[in-house]
T-cell receptor, first 113, second 116 residues
Framework: GENVEQHPSTLSVQEGDSAVIKCTYSDSASNYFPWYKQELGKRPQLIID?????GEKKDQRIAVTLNKTAKHFSLHITETQPEDSAVYFCAASNSHSWGKLQFGAGTQVVVTP | DAGVIQSPRHEVTEMGQEVTLRCKPISGHDYLFWYRQTMMRGLELLIYFNNNVPIDDSGMPEDRFSAKMPNASFSTLKIQPSEPRDSAVYFC?????FGGGRETQYFGPGTRLLVL
């Protein structure tokens, strides 16, 4: 089955700097890659997703890139703000079992003022 | 829409007792998912349904766990008998379907379960 690895496990950045989280996946058939943000004690919420027919997607300060050949995808947050502090999860699934999201272990991002 | 609704929000029980977690998906969503989240194992998919039919239950840890979806607006996850290692946050999520943004999964607030 699919295996998703996520790095780093923790990331501390100064407010205004950029944050980058990287994930690798094992199943070459994976074609859907969402990113979820989970604040302390809250539910995971989708912040951005990308499909395998697209190499990059951007939404304001957040961008995701996908390298299908290398089987890795990354989340980029620019101009970080304290409210970006949370745990971020990457995930992957394929069209044969698209509902079966395999999540990475998560990255704790701390943005210090 | 109120979003995905879960009850109870917190549950404390003793080992050996039966625990039933409840979920109401977003109206019109055809897919429903049950997840378990722990520090050690992260976020794990337990089972998911399409139009009330279980599609994949390979994540259900063992026979003590069972899930049902008797209709489009209600699902239960039951643990019988419960054990301390079942302590976790259990999330229910729902989505419209597949493709064109329909696969976005919306999570409920979760049920925090503590088995003593």
């Amino acid at each position: 089955g699919e295996n998703v690895e996520q790095h780093p496990s923790t990331l501390s950045v100064q407010e205004g700097d950029s944050a980058v989280i990287k994930c690798t996946y094992s199943d070459s058939a994976s074609n859907y890659f969402p990113w979820y943000k989970q604040e302390l004690g809250k539910r995971p919420q989708l912040i951005i997703d990308i499909r395998s027919n697209v190499g990059e997607k951007k939404d304001q300060r957040i961008a995701v890139t996908l390298n299908k050949t290398a089987k890795h995808f990354s989340l980029h947050i620019t101009e970080t703000q304290p409210e970006d502090s949370a745990v971020y999860f990457c995930a992957a699934s394929n069209s044969h079992s698209w509902g079966k999201l395999q999540f990475g272990a998560g990255t704790q991002v701390v943005v210090t003022p | 829409d109120a979003g995905v609704i879960q009850s109870p929000r917190h549950e404390v029980t003793e080992m050996g007792q039966e625990v039933t977690l409840r979920c109401k998906p977003i109206s019109g969503h055809d897919y429903l998912f049950w997840y378990r989240q722990t520090m050690m194992r992260g976020l794990e998919l337990l089972i998911y349904f399409n139009n009330n039919v279980p599609i994949d239950d390979s994540g259900m840890p063992e026979d003590r766990f069972s899930a049902k979806m008797p209709n489009a607006s209600f699902s239960t996850l039951k643990i019988q008998p419960s054990e301390p290692r079942d302590s976790a946050v259990y999330f229910c999520a729902s989505s419209l379907g597949f493709g064109g943004g329909r696969e976005t999964q919306y999570f409920g607030p979760g049920t925090r379960l503590l088995v003593l």
